[in-house]
């Protein structure tokens, strides 16, 4: 597992959460950055496994 991709994932996903959160931010990036990030971290557990 890599566990830069990893961390980075949980940054976008937690960031992408704190936006949803507030209304006066846009949610559709937010909606970007947490299916970023959940990308990020599918690949960072399953993707290296080879």
């Known amino acids: 597992?890599?566990?830069?991709?990893f961390a980075i994932?949980?940054?976008?996903?937690?960031?992408?959460?704190?936006?949803?959160?507030?209304?006066?931010?846009a949610t559709i990036i937010a909606a970007v950055?947490?299916?970023l990030?959940?990308?990020a971290i599918y690949?960072?557990?399953y993707g290296t496994k080879n």
């Open 1 to 5: 597992m890599d566990l830069v991709q």
């Open 9 to 25: 994932g949980l940054i976008m996903i937690i960031i992408g959460i704190a936006i949803i959160v507030s209304p006066e931010l």
């Open 33 to 35: 950055l947490v299916i």
């Open 37 to 39: 990030g959940a990308v």
């Open 43 to 45: 690949d960072a557990v």
